[in-house]
């Protein structure tokens, strides 16, 4: 999530509870979210969640992973205290106040960098420029898995997903910068990562995933 004044809700608490009360219920974001917990290696050491909200995929991510250290970025102050309560005495989950609108700090590497519904906040150019800064983290043969809500090809398209998802379009988030898949895909592979795919896509939510060839320093 970005701090530039369309995103600035996402600093209240009143939204952001509005936002946790529903996240769950989402149609097919669980089916989405276990297709990304597969892509990630259950042996990697170091993951990186980007946008990480309250902490739901470092969460799942710990599941089959007991012994992964866990770094979750985010700007908001009521999603960070939010994540804080969930990973409260845990040391191996470090939480980073972080505006993703700004490069991404020294963090070491890690062996998966990973998102959910965050970085579609950001302008496109800014998003480009993070799948580099991504790359860049990544030790070889690290993946970044990023699920994502995505631009529809058709108007027609964006109101069934509204439809599906049991929302009105006029409480649309205003901070959304949606982008097409094809677009995104294409950045990766220009970036230098391998295997680029839309790995599971519903409507407006999918998984873009790829990894960085194992010889990349």
Not at 56 to 61: P, T
Not at 134 to 152: C, I, K, Y
Not at 197 to 212: F, N, P, R, S, T
């Amino acid at each position: 999530m970005m701090s530039d004044r369309p995103a600035a809700e996402w600093t209240t608490a009143e939204h952001v509870l509005r936002y946790l009360d529903r996240a769950d219920a989402y149609p097919r974001r669980a089916e989405g979210e276990r297709v990304l917990l597969e892509q990630v290696p259950r042996g990697a050491p170091r993951i990186l969640d980007l946008g990480t909200g309250d902490g739901r995929l470092l969460a799942l991510l710990r599941v089959d992973r007991p012994e992964m250290i866990g770094v979750g970025l985010d700007f908001s102050d009521p999603m960070l205290e939010a994540a804080g309560e969930r990973f409260a005495g845990d040391e191996r989950i470090e939480l980073v106040k972080h505006d993703l609108a700004r490069p991404l700090p020294a963090l070491g590497r890690f062996d998966a960098v990973v998102s959910s519904m965050a970085i579609h906040h950001l302008e496109h150019e800014r998003k480009r420029a993070l799948f580099g800064e991504v790359f860049d983290l990544l030790a070889p043969g690290g993946v970044f898995a990023n699920f994502e809500h995505v631009a529809s090809p058709t108007r027609r398209l964006h109101l069934a997903f509204y439809a599906a998802i049991g929302e009105p379009l006029e409480d649309e988030d205003p901070s959304d910068r949606l982008l097409d898949v094809e677009s995104q895909l294409v950045w990766l592979r220009e970036l230098g990562f391998d295997d680029v795919d839309c790995y599971w896509k519903w409507l407006e939510m999918a998984l873009l995933v790829g990894v960085k060839p194992a010889e990349a320093v």
